[in-house]
């Protein structure tokens, strides 16, 4: 019994002996799994920051958001109001936060200097915890300070640098949209979102929103429930009460599984493109192997006269010229991933993102390449394995 | 077939063999009832004009071809009754072949030529390396093992060919026109090794139209149109 062992040197040495062929037979797998790893690469890449970005900014799968207005794309009619995150604090089953975004404009001025975030929001005592954005130097306002409208405001590391510079902020006294307040913290710094600066913010108390900000209607609330699995009850929960109140659904919701849905779909379906041009590659690679394959037959007629005459069964034959065709088609694929991932490395280096090295796609590559090879290799294998041994030896080249 | 008796000192044993085939629509008698004996340690040259019939023969003595009629045992095996696996098998392990043009495989190099039938016989790497070695030290290319064909000279070349021939220790050495592609003086020296391989008991068939060659055989069988025409054995 023969191993694999040696049909596979004798095939290794056979490649070796036709490195520029080889190569040459292989290429159209190593593109093809290159771009597929690049792309899968890229495209993991960008899911993993994404959903990253969406993360940092404290919205797991516990969270809704409420909107006002129609899920059309319209500019909506602001019917949300203070009212109603009371009415639904007391109806929510398992509610944890609540978050409402009164969202103004606001001028912020400290002695001669004046600023215009580019948020300046009214929102609940809950913004940290609903956030995961805790005030890191002084502290958040309180559901006490909220409650009896105290005249205090947290700001953002933006605005700290540009009013303050190093000095420290808390405690100072300034003046938004002319009425004045205190400054009691100073939020950790979030980054940039989509390209939106979100430590570019001034958070005053909800119930300051109407008199400062001259805002009564809610942009947009933010709710989180105990547990992931509560989200549909409170689903319910809201529609109800707000109904009940509205008298309409004049609102819409948003649950963070479909956003994490909506960018699996996107990134799914590209992978799904890909794989299909890839398969297409991949077939045609597979299609030159086997030209390659029976060319090398021909040309080793007298190759494979000699190794019957010495004792190879047409199983030896058929395992060399089958093991050449496998290892011509992985050394193409494992070529390929290596250049696709570096590929998509240098590529999201440039784009400052981090690739993720695309393993499960890595892998199939290997799987289908083997098969490719397997298949394509079969038939000139089987045409070697027939040769008659007193024909092939006669045959000149 | 009175004389043909199978003994145990009989390797060789060729019963009304005939070949036929067909070139395009020609029909060619390549052997029209060939009968042979040859005994264990013997040394015989098979002789004959071109198209007598002389390689077809030895393909069927070499387990390449069948005959389309007849019997051929090999070392007491019917191989008449063998698949081609089994045939492969044979060829492995009881022929060794020596051709005109050596045949060695080009981008081997010395020893991994010899080391072949042992690969295909299932032998591990480093036993093959040892009887392969050995082997060439044998044939007198002790210095040359790691060389490529390409760099060696015909007779070097052959020599590798016998060595490889040698390689299963087979029941015998069938050589076509060994010495067809060398230069007298080469030639000369492959006859001599193989009087030298003769002289340990090794069993030799050699393929040939050269008298001068024949003459160092201690036996000749003459072909003709497909038929054993004379069998003499030499002093």
């Known amino acids: ?397 | 077939m009175g004389e043909l008796k199978l003994n145990d000192k009989v390797v060789v044993r060729v019963v009304d063999v005939t070949r036929r085939y067909f070139m395009g629509k020609v029909e060619v008698n390549a052997l029209r009832g060939i009968n042979l004996l040859v005994a264990r340690g013997e040394f015989l040259s098979i002789m004959g004009p071109s198209g007598c019939g002389k390689s077809t023969l030895m393909h069927i003595l070499g387990c390449l071809d069948r005959p389309t009629s007849g019997h051929v045992h090999l070392d007491e095996v019917d191989v008449d009754e063998l698949d081609d696996n089994s045939l492969a098998e044979i060829r492995n392990k009881k022929v060794g072949f020596v051709f005109q043009t050596f045949n060695l495989l080009p981008k081997l190099n010395a020893i991994e030529n010899v080391e072949l039938p042992l690969i295909y016989a299932g032998i591990g790497f480093d036993n093959r390396r040892k009887k392969a070695a050995e082997l060439l030290k044998v044939v007198g290319l002790k210095e040359r093992m790691f060389h490529k064909p390409s760099e060696l000279s015909g007779g070097q070349s052959q020599r590798v060919a016998i060595a490889r021939a040698l390689a299963n220790d087979p029941s015998i050495i069938l050589a076509d026109e060994p010495t067809g592609n060398l230069d007298s003086k080469s030639g000369d020296e492959i006859i001599n090794l193989f009087q030298e391989l003769n002289k340990r008991g090794i069993t030799l068939i050699i393929v040939t139209h050269d008298q001068e060659i024949a003459d160092h055989s201690k036996r000749i069988v003459r072909l003709r149109d497909g038929l054993v025409v004379s069998d003499e054995s030499m002093k």
């Not at chain 1, 597929?36 to 960008?46: D, H």
């Not at chain 1, 590529?347 to 390449?369: Q, T, Y």
Request: proline content about 3%; aromatic content about 8%.
């Open chain 1, 1 to 397: 019994m023969i191993s694999f062992v040696d049909p596979l040197k004798i095939a290794f040495s056979s490649i070796m002996a036709n490195k520029i062929r080889s190569l040459l037979t292989t290429m159209g797998v190593i593109i093809g799994v290159a771009a597929v790893i690049t792309l899968v690469s890229m495209g993991e890449g960008a899911k993993t920051y994404i959903l990253n970005q969406v993360g940092n900014w404290g919205v797991g799968a516990n969270s809704i958001t409420i909107h006002p207005g129609k899920e059309d794309g319209s500019i909506p009619e602001l019917t949300l109001t203070y009212g109603d995150t009371l009415a639904l604090r007391q109806k929510v089953n398992n509610l944890q936060y609540l978050m409402p975004e009164f969202v103004g404009r606001g001028v912020l001025i400290y002695g001669k200097k004046d600023y215009k975030p580019a948020y300046t929001m009214g929102v609940s005592s809950d913004y940290p915890f609903a956030y995961k954005q805790k005030a890191i130097s002084g502290r958040f306002f309180s559901k006490t300070d909220e409650e009896s409208r105290k005249h205090v405001v947290v700001i953002g590391r933006t605005i700290a640098n540009k009013l303050f510079g190093s000095y420290s902020p808390v405690g100072e006294r300034i003046k938004v949209n002319g009425v004045g307040f205190t400054i009691i913290g100073v939020l950790e710094e979030k980054g940039v979102l989509l390209s939106y600066d979100m430590d570019d913010m001034a958070l005053i108390p909800s119930t300051l929103s109407e008199p400062v900000l001259g805002v009564n209607k809610i942009w947009e609330m933010f709710l989180t429930l105990e547990r992931d699995d509560q989200v549909p009850q409170a689903i319910v929960d809201v529609k109800k009460t707000l109904i009940a109140r509205h008298g309409r659904e004049d609102f819409h919701i948003h649950t963070q599984q479909g956003l994490i849905d909506i960018v699996n779909n996107i990134l799914n379906a590209l992978t799904g493109i890909v794989s299909a041009i890839a398969a297409i590659s991949l077939l045609v690679g597979g299609i030159g192997i086997m030209n390659i394959m029976l060319v090398a037959v021909t040309e080793r007629t007298r190759e494979i006269g000699v190794r019957k005459a010495i004792g190879a069964k047409r199983r030896d034959i058929f395992l060399q010229f089958v093991c050449e065709s496998v290892l011509i088609t992985m050394t193409g694929a494992l070529t390929g991933i290596l250049l696709g991932t570096l590929a998509a490395w240098a590529i999201m280096f440039a784009l400052k993102m981090e690739a993720v090295i695309a393993w499960r796609a890595a892998e199939m590559a290997c799987l289908v390449a083997f098969l490719v090879g397997t298949f394509f290799g079969v038939y000139p294998a089987m045409r070697a394995a027939k040769l008659d041994p007193v024909e092939a030896l006669r045959y000149e080249v």
